[in-house]
């Protein structure tokens, strides 16, 4: 890992210098009231799952894609309440959306495997169709638009990447994967792209007109991959996986480092990191919202150690056939410490205590050794949880309001207030999308 990620970041350093369904949202809260997310609004009137929701910078706004097969602008009226000032229905529905503020221009990834292009009117009142890219064979998952390459990438269940010229409308190359490619985030600089899988891996790729180039492979997760942000200042991607984890990698570091974040119980679907704050907010499937203070030490999880036999005790593992018949005994079941990683069994890792300095946040079992040598000011918390209360299939912030808008399978998109939770001094966030 650390060869790999040391090649990855010697590569990147080179280069990086009026319809049925139509509701209102009701307005729950005006201004923050604690420590926690505040909700504001709530918007309900789609008839399927709500794959995408999009804030619109300096606007009460938010875009919204559905399975309903509707592309809808919501603006928040006078009264405080959101209504659809566009509502537009497509053949297929729809799946993933990339929306760039500046131009106006929306891509709408569908369930079909094509891409539409539309341009929004200045004031979000009117939707005007611009191209219809063929992209893929199966449904899009994820895509990034790039103003200054005018290219739209995209990664689908076709289990490839693409990327297309948004000038011509032509395919420009694709790139094939084992599983589906799940997610995506690219680096407008130097045109490299992550894209996680559901094998996952995580595959860096270096586009190019026509050709491409596979740089490598990242492994760390033992489920599919549910979410990526890259973050092109601090060069650090982060990514969610099903197996509940997040993983940062310090690609910029060149060092290999690798920093394992446990703090969800259910798949995590949606990640952003606030470069000025230094936070990274997680959600997952059961609405789990988690904010990580990462402008603290913490420490890298060690590698498992492989065993035949108990590191501490060294009584044979059950598979220690020889070791058995010799000393007569059974077998014993194999764990291993979280703080050390050895490979110990039942008796020599008794307890179990949280050590959020190496990314656990809830109890994990440790040998009884490491379990003396942590203290209780190294089982301080250093994260916040809180409950989104819906299933969060997506999540988008908008850092210079404190705003985060979550959205799901419920049908329903929340928009909350942030400020009490991830501080005030975040006017100048990033976003790739």
Known sequence: MVILLNFLSRHLIVELGEKDNIAMAAEIHSRPQSSRPVLLNKIEGHSDAVNAAVLIPKEDGVITVSEDRTIRVWLKRDSGQYWPSIYHTVSSPCSCMSYHHDSRRIFIGQDNGAIVEFLLSEDFNKMNH????????????????????????????????????????????????????SCLQYDNDTQHAFVGDYSGQITLLKLERQTYSTITTLKGHEGSIGALWWDPVQRLLFSGASDHSVIMWDI??????????????????????????????????DGGVTVWNMDTPREEAPQWLDSDSCQ?????????????????????????????????????????????????EFQVRVCDTCYDTVKDEDRTALATFHEGKHNIAFMDMDPSRGLMVTCGSDRVVKIWDMTQVVGCSIATGFSPR
């Open 130 to 181: 611009v191209k219809t890219y063929p992209a893929h064979q199966n449904r899009v998952s994820d895509m990034v638009f790039s103003l200054e390459s005018e290219w739209v990438v995209s990664t689908g269940h076709d289990k490839s990447v693409s990327w297309m010229c948004t000038q011509s409308g032509s395919m420009l190359g694709r790139h094939y994967f084992g599983s589906w490619a």
């Open 252 to 285: 910029g570091g060149r060092k290999g480092r690798t920093l394992l974040l446990q703090g969800h119980h259910e798949r995590v679907q949606a990640v952003r990191y606030l470069q000025l704050t230094r936070q990274l907010v997680s959600c997952s499937a």
């Open 312 to 360: 501490k005790c060294e009584q044979p593992f059950f598979w220690n056939v020889k070791q058995m018949w010799d000393s007569k005994t059974i077998g014993l079941r194999q764990h291993h410490c979280r703080k050390c990683g050895k490979a110990v069994c039942g008796k020599c890792s008794s307890k179990s205590t949280t050590y959020p300095v190496m990314g656990f």
